[in-house]
């Protein structure tokens, strides 16, 4: 057995954008310019990292960018009437609301009360529901990012055991959805594992394709892995590192070194899944431009 062929998100993330680059240009010539608002609530580090990313790969596509930032101190009441603010900007068609917010705010009451048509994170009752019954506008980003890391890979699920370690609303409940359902690059047999599942690993070693995503560093080796797997490692994990100048470096859910030797193929943290949520979420709001008209 060869090691596994590593998945490179970031290649992929660029196809995306490249993809994206006609669809803004038809709707500059309607004078839209894509908009994407992020709500920043605090100071928490990681969400700084990210809403930032997001605001410069807008500027390299031509998209329009606010970030609004808030103090942790900030009222639900207040966020909400940001939101809904938002909801009636014209030049604004997506909005994202980054997570985690602080414990006075309670975040699917605020999830409620933005626009679906403008829900880029796919988080809105609505669209949920949409996605359930196959009929999603605005899916979620990391897991619809991870369905097309699969396809560019000519990965076919059709048919195939796939094992969802997590079941997050944002990632762990969505991607096992889109997998299940029927459709290209779906119909799979989908189990759902969590951190109470007594035997783990005996049901992580069934999987042809295993997604990763209960936030432990690691968490998955060699030994809970089919020889010949697909594994989707969703993980984003902070560990001390005195060797880096920050102290800390970056790993998955997977211990990647053992993994790679018995999997087909792997994405590595960083570079892997984390490049697609962004280019998703250009993607989303790029569609909320076209679907909304001006
Ligand atoms: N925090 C971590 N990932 C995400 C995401 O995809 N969307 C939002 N809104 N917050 C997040």
Do not use: W
Not at 15 to 31: C, F, H, M, T, V
Not at 192 to 205: K, M, P, Q, Y
């Amino acid at each position: 057995m060869t090691a596994a062929i590593i998945i490179d998100g970031k290649e992929v993330a660029k196809s995306i954008r490249q993809g994206l680059r006609p669809r803004i240009a038809k709707l500059k010539e309607n004078e839209i310019v894509p908009g994407l608002a992020a709500v920043l609530v605090g100071d928490n580090p990681a969400s700084q990292t990210y809403v930032n990313s997001k605001a410069k790969a807008c500027d390299k596509l031509g998209m329009y960018s606010e970030v609004i930032r808030k103090p942790a101190s900030l009222s639900q009441e207040e966020l909400i009437e940001i939101v809904e603010g938002l909801n009636a900007n014209r030049k604004i068609h997506g909005i994202l609301v980054q997570s985690p917010l602080p414990e006075q705010i309670d975040e699917p009451e605020v999830t409620v009360h933005l626009s679906p048509e403008k829900d880029v994170d796919g988080f809105h009752p609505f669209n949920v529901g949409q996605m359930l019954i196959g009929r999603g506008k605005l899916l979620p980003c990391t897991p619809h990012g991870i369905i097309k890391l699969l396809e560019y890979y000519e990965i076919s699920t059709e048919g195939k055991e796939a094992v969802v370690v997590g079941r997050s609303n944002i990632v762990g409940k969505p991607v096992a959805v889109l997998l299940m359902q029927k459709g290209k690059m779906a119909n799979a047999t989908v189990t759902i594992a969590h951190s109470r599942t007594s035997n783990l690993r005996e049901v992580c070693g069934r999987a042809d394709i295993l997604i990763a995503a209960i936030g432990r560093a690691n968490f998955i080796n060699a030994d809970m892995v089919k020889e010949g797997a697909v594994v989707i490692d969703v993980g984003i994990n902070r560990i001390d590192d005195p060797n880096r100048e920050k102290g800390y470096r970056l790993v998955g859910d997977v211990d990647f070194e053992s993994v790679k030797e018995k999997a087909s193929y792997i994405t590595p943290v960083p570079g892997g899944v984390g490049p697609m949520t962004i280019a998703m979420l250009l993607s989303n709001t790029v569609t909320a431009a076209e679907n909304i008209g001006c």
